[in-house]
Each structure stands twice: as structure tokens, then as C-alpha cells.
């Protein structure tokens, strides 16, 4: 099975920055397309971020365009979302995840359902 375990959450203060990372196991990490999303009790999954295979393309969600980084190291099965000018509203469980079926030419999956494998999820929350 492929496992995946988000860390670095945690409380930052408005205007501040936080990296949340993932680290996976099993399967072939360099093959899977991966992807950020959040989460809010009572609210859909919402979209963060996205990272094809090798890296070489990013799409970010509208709430957190411009504020956001996506990396990923296949060497080292980890992908890192950096986040920058935080908001209350970025306040949210974080989940990485990993489409296996994603082919390189293909439109980006940027809605859950395309993704097969997922973390256990990191509290973000933004306060002062």
C-alpha cells in the first residue's frame, strides 16, 4: 500500500508563513501526480495545489494563488507546500495526495476524485 504522512502544521499568525510537508512510502512516487488540498469541518475538500511527475508543472488553487509553492523530490518521496502571507481563512486540515493514474499530456487532476491515495491530513490554523 501507499502511505502518505503530512507534518509541519501547526499555528502561525496572520501574515505569517508555514511549509507543510508529506512523506510517502510504497509505490512509485516519481509516477504519481500529486496534489495539496484542505479542508474545513462541514465544507467540500477544497483544491490547493497541484505538481506533475517531474515537477515541471504547478497549478494552484484561486485562494491561494500567488501566496503558495508546490515541490516535490522523488529522490527523497516528499512533497512540500509552502505558504506565504497566511490568512484566517487558510486555516484548514491539510491533505496531500497522489493520482497513480494521471498520464503526462493528460488534462491536471484537480479535483479529489481523481486522486487514489491520501494522508492522514495536518491542522493549519491561522490566529493571532
Known amino acids: 500500500q501507499v502511505h502518505q504522512v503530512e507534518s509541519g502544521g501547526g499555528l502561525v499568525q496572520p501574515g505569517g508563513s508555514l511549509t507543510v510537508s508529506c512523506a510517502a512510502s510504497?509505490?512509485?512516487?516519481?509516477?504519481?501526480?500529486l496534489a495539496w488540498f484542505r479542508q474545513v469541518p462541514g465544507q467540500e475538500r477544497e483544491f490547493v495545489a497541484f505538481i506533475s511527475l517531474a515537477g515541471g508543472n504547478k497549478v494552484y488553487g484561486d485562494s491561494v494563488k500567488g501566496r503558495a509553492a508546490i515541490f516535490r523530490d522523488n529522490g527523497k518521496k516528499t512533497l512540500q507546500l509552502h505558504m506565504t502571507n497566511l490568512r484566517t481563512e487558510d486555516t484548514a486540515v491539510y491533505y496531500c495526495?497522489?493520482?497513480?493514474?494521471?498520464?503526462?499530456?493528460?488534462?491536471?487532476?484537480?479535483?479529489?476524485?481523481?486522486?487514489?491515495?491520501w494522508g492522514q491530513g495536518t491542522q493549519v490554523t491561522v490566529s493571532s
Open positions: 495526495a497522489a493520482d497513480r493514474d494521471y498520464h503526462p499530456g493528460s488534462p491536471f487532476p484537480l479535483t479529489q476524485y481523481e486522486y487514489d491515495y
Open positions: 510504497g509505490g512509485t512516487f516519481g509516477k504519481y501526480a
